[in-house]
Protein backbone atom coordinates (compact mmCIF):
# COMPACT_ATOMS: atom_id res chain seq x y z
CA UNK A 1 0.00 0.00 0.00
CA UNK A 2 1.25 3.40 -0.94
CA UNK A 3 1.54 6.13 1.44
CA UNK A 4 0.54 9.67 1.00
CA UNK A 5 3.24 11.92 1.47
CA UNK A 6 2.72 16.04 2.58
CA UNK A 7 5.35 18.48 2.21
CA UNK A 8 4.05 21.82 3.85
CA UNK A 9 6.12 24.54 3.47
CA UNK A 10 6.57 28.42 3.70
CA UNK A 11 8.74 30.18 1.46
CA UNK A 12 9.19 33.74 0.89
CA UNK A 13 12.58 34.40 -1.54
CA UNK A 14 11.49 30.95 -3.09
CA UNK A 15 14.36 29.38 -1.81
CA UNK A 16 12.02 27.11 0.53
CA UNK A 17 9.71 26.48 -2.24
CA UNK A 18 12.41 25.01 -4.24
CA UNK A 19 13.65 22.71 -1.56
CA UNK A 20 10.01 21.57 -0.60
CA UNK A 21 9.39 20.68 -4.16
CA UNK A 22 12.97 18.22 -4.62
CA UNK A 23 11.99 17.00 -1.82
CA UNK A 24 8.17 16.03 -2.44
CA UNK A 25 9.85 15.00 -6.04
CA UNK A 26 12.32 13.13 -4.13
CA UNK A 27 10.09 10.78 -1.94
CA UNK A 28 6.77 10.58 -4.50
CA UNK A 29 4.95 13.72 -2.74
CA UNK A 30 3.26 16.42 -3.07
CA UNK A 31 4.68 20.28 -2.19
CA UNK A 32 2.23 22.56 -0.62
CA UNK A 33 2.61 26.46 0.17
CA UNK A 34 1.48 26.55 4.41
CA UNK A 35 -0.66 29.58 3.12
CA UNK A 36 -2.97 27.43 0.73
CA UNK A 37 -2.72 24.23 2.92
CA UNK A 38 -6.16 22.95 4.52
CA UNK A 39 -6.69 20.59 7.22
CA UNK A 40 -6.75 17.51 5.31
CA UNK A 41 -2.92 18.25 4.06
CA UNK A 42 -2.12 17.67 7.67
CA UNK A 43 -3.36 14.13 7.54
CA UNK A 44 -0.71 12.44 4.96
CA UNK A 45 0.80 9.08 6.55
CA UNK A 46 4.11 11.41 6.02
CA UNK A 47 3.82 14.84 6.52
CA UNK A 48 7.13 16.58 6.21
CA UNK A 49 7.59 20.56 7.39
CA UNK A 50 9.74 23.26 6.85
CA UNK A 51 10.30 26.87 7.23
CA UNK A 52 12.93 29.86 6.52
CA UNK A 53 13.79 31.49 9.54
CA UNK A 54 13.32 34.77 9.43
CA UNK A 55 14.49 37.82 11.87
CA UNK A 56 15.57 36.37 15.18
CA UNK A 57 14.57 33.09 14.75
CA UNK A 58 11.04 33.84 13.37
CA UNK A 59 8.48 31.53 10.96
CA UNK A 60 8.07 32.47 7.62
CA UNK A 61 4.67 34.36 7.23
CA UNK A 62 3.08 32.15 5.60
CA UNK A 63 2.61 29.44 8.54
CA UNK A 64 0.88 31.72 10.62
CA UNK A 65 -2.51 30.54 8.87
CA UNK A 66 -1.51 27.17 9.04
CA UNK A 67 -0.04 26.84 12.93
CA UNK A 68 -3.57 26.70 14.12
CA UNK A 69 -4.16 23.66 11.32
CA UNK A 70 -0.93 21.79 12.33
CA UNK A 71 -1.97 22.27 16.39
CA UNK A 72 -5.50 20.69 15.57
CA UNK A 73 -4.10 17.71 13.59
CA UNK A 74 -3.53 13.99 15.21
CA UNK A 75 -0.18 13.45 15.00
CA UNK A 76 -0.04 10.57 18.07
CA UNK A 77 2.28 8.53 17.27
CA UNK A 78 2.88 9.60 13.69
CA UNK A 79 5.86 10.07 12.15
CA UNK A 80 6.58 13.84 11.02
CA UNK A 81 9.84 14.87 9.29
CA UNK A 82 10.85 18.80 9.35
CA UNK A 83 13.11 20.77 7.32
CA UNK A 84 14.50 24.25 7.70
CA UNK A 85 16.22 27.00 5.78
CA UNK A 86 18.45 30.05 7.26
CA UNK A 87 22.17 31.80 7.28
CA UNK A 88 24.31 30.47 9.72
CA UNK A 89 26.53 33.01 9.44
CA UNK A 90 24.80 36.12 9.68
CA UNK A 91 22.07 34.81 12.06
CA UNK A 92 24.68 32.20 13.64
CA UNK A 93 22.72 32.46 17.41
CA UNK A 94 18.87 32.09 15.69
CA UNK A 95 19.98 29.29 13.44
CA UNK A 96 16.80 27.37 11.95
CA UNK A 97 15.15 28.71 14.88
CA UNK A 98 11.59 28.52 12.60
CA UNK A 99 12.30 24.24 12.33
CA UNK A 100 12.56 24.41 16.31
CA UNK A 101 9.14 26.20 16.84
CA UNK A 102 7.17 23.71 14.56
CA UNK A 103 9.17 20.95 16.19
CA UNK A 104 7.95 21.94 19.76
CA UNK A 105 4.31 22.13 18.04
CA UNK A 106 5.10 18.48 16.40
CA UNK A 107 5.92 16.97 20.04
CA UNK A 108 3.45 18.88 21.45
CA UNK A 109 0.65 16.84 19.38
CA UNK A 110 2.45 13.44 20.46
CA UNK A 111 3.83 13.36 16.49
CA UNK A 112 7.44 11.56 16.42
CA UNK A 113 10.30 13.34 14.43
CA UNK A 114 12.24 11.54 12.22
CA UNK A 115 14.88 12.77 9.46
CA UNK A 116 17.25 13.98 12.07
CA UNK A 117 20.56 15.73 10.65
CA UNK A 118 24.20 15.88 11.71
CA UNK A 119 25.23 19.55 12.76
CA UNK A 120 28.57 19.35 12.65
CA UNK A 121 30.10 21.99 9.87
CA UNK A 122 27.45 24.41 10.17
CA UNK A 123 29.08 27.90 11.37
CA UNK A 124 25.58 28.23 14.19
CA UNK A 125 26.17 29.40 17.45
CA UNK A 126 23.05 28.54 19.01
CA UNK A 127 19.88 26.93 17.54
CA UNK A 128 16.01 25.72 19.01
CA UNK A 129 16.46 23.15 16.15
CA UNK A 130 19.84 21.34 17.74
CA UNK A 131 19.32 18.42 20.37
CA UNK A 132 22.31 16.22 20.68
CA UNK A 133 24.50 17.20 18.24
CA UNK A 134 21.92 17.03 15.91
CA UNK A 135 19.83 19.22 14.22
CA UNK A 136 16.21 17.81 14.60
CA UNK A 137 15.51 17.91 10.46
CA UNK A 138 17.34 18.81 7.33
CA UNK A 139 19.49 22.08 7.62
CA UNK A 140 19.80 24.19 4.49
CA UNK A 141 22.06 27.20 3.91
CA UNK A 142 21.17 28.63 0.30
CA UNK A 143 22.54 32.01 1.64
CA UNK A 144 26.07 30.62 2.29
CA UNK A 145 25.81 26.77 0.73
CA UNK A 146 23.87 26.78 -2.39
CA UNK A 147 25.69 24.37 -3.85
CA UNK A 148 25.31 21.96 -0.40
CA UNK A 149 22.12 22.03 -0.90
CA UNK A 150 21.06 19.40 -4.01
CA UNK A 151 23.24 17.05 -2.10
CA UNK A 152 21.77 17.35 0.97
CA UNK A 153 17.95 17.27 0.11
CA UNK A 154 19.27 14.18 -1.90
CA UNK A 155 20.78 12.62 0.83
CA UNK A 156 18.16 13.56 3.10
CA UNK A 157 15.20 11.64 1.04
CA UNK A 158 17.37 8.61 0.96
CA UNK A 159 17.56 8.53 5.37
CA UNK A 160 13.74 9.30 5.20
CA UNK A 161 12.63 6.68 2.66
CA UNK A 162 14.63 3.98 5.67
CA UNK A 163 13.32 5.54 8.53
CA UNK A 164 9.80 6.19 7.45
CA UNK A 165 9.48 2.86 5.50
CA UNK A 166 9.31 4.25 2.12
Not at 35 to 62: H, M, N, R, Y
Not at 68 to 77: H, W
Not at 83 to 107: H, Q, R, S
Request: aromatic content about 6%; glycine content about 14%; proline content about 2%.
Amino acid sequence: MSQSIKVIYGSTTGNTQRAAEAIAAGLGGTAVSAADAVPDDFKADLLILGSSTWGCGELQDDWQSALPMLEAADLSGRKVALFGLGDAVGFADTYLNAMGKIGDIVKAAGGILIGAWESAGYPHSASTAEENGHFIGLALDDDNEPGETAGRIGRWCAQLKTEAGL
